[in-house]
T-cell receptor, first 114, second 111 residues
Framework: DGGITQSPKYLFRKEGQNVTLSCEQNLNHDAMYWYRQDPGQGLRLIYYSQIVNDFQKGDIAEGYSVSREKKESFPLTVTSAQKNPTAFYLCASSIGFSSNQPQHFGDGTRLSIL | EDQVTQSPEALRLQEGESSSLNCSYT??????LFWYRQDPGKGPEFLFTLYSAGEEKEKERLKATLTKKESFLHITAPKPEDSATYLCAVHYTGTASKLTFGTGTRLQVTL
């Protein structure tokens, strides 16, 4: 079945540590996105990628980094510069960035601080 | 400031008790409004896209409608398995494919 796989489901970060969240899709979608979800707030866009080897900052990119070396993969690194990393992180993809097609989501990674 | 507001924040219904969830928006140049369902600990699941005022979409017990200022998600004769958080998001002119999400309505349907 086609879909978006995020791993791990739960992740713990120590002080000063960088951690990487994985996102893989087999939908053959060009565009991919990373969101952060906090209680009582709407999903907020961290980074997005329209095509391989290209990515753009979203609304809350500080303290995060991404890469897009393959069409199917869009990993997110939460760096030590992100002072409040505890949240639910969601990866999404869509057919194209300029199209008005819906985004489809993975099942998320919950990141906590040790 | 462009905004998406969902109401109520939480709604408790008895099985079979129909109701509506609201998503109001103040964005200019709406290109699409999306409804999602999110179960606890899971990612949002796509339900509907609405593109223009007057449009309606249906799926099982759910019906989504759109006006120039808001969208409603009508739930007819809900069942306990309809319990979830329902999110709406808008795509508007000048933002490419970026979505602006509301904070969601938590729906609980009891027996």
């Amino acid at each position: 079945d086609g879909g978006i796989t995020q791993s791990p489901k739960y992740l713990f970060r120590k002080e000063g540590q960088n951690v990487t969240l994985s996102c893989e899709q087999n939908l053959n979608h060009d565009a991919m996105y990373w969101y952060r979800q906090d209680p009582g707030q709407g999903l907020r866009l961290i980074y997005y990628s329209q095509i391989v080897n290209d990515f753009q900052k979203g609304d809350i990119a500080e303290g995060y980094s991404v890469s897009r070396e393959k069409k199917e993969s869009f990993p997110l690194t939460v760096t030590s510069a992100q002072k409040n990393p505890t949240a639910f992180y969601l990866c999404a993809s869509s057919i194209g960035f300029s199209s008005n097609q819906p985004q489809h989501f993975g099942d998320g990674t919950r990141l906590s601080i040790l | 400031e462009d905004q998406v507001t969902q109401s109520p924040e939480a709604l408790r219904l008895q099985e079979g008790e129909s109701s509506s969830l609201n998503c109001s928006y103040t964005v200019s140049g709406l290109r699409g409004l999306f409804w999602y369902r999110q179960d606890p600990g899971k990612g949002p699941e796509f339900l509907f896209t609405l593109y223009s005022a007057g449009e309606e979409k249906e799926k099982e017990r759910l019906k989504a409608t759109l006006t120039k200022k808001e969208s409603f998600l009508h739930i007819t004769a809900p069942k306990p398995e309809d319990s979830a958080t329902y999110l709406c998001a808008v795509h508007y002119t000048g933002t490419a494919s970026k979505l602006t999400f509301g904070t969601g309505t938590r729906l609980q349907v009891t027996l």
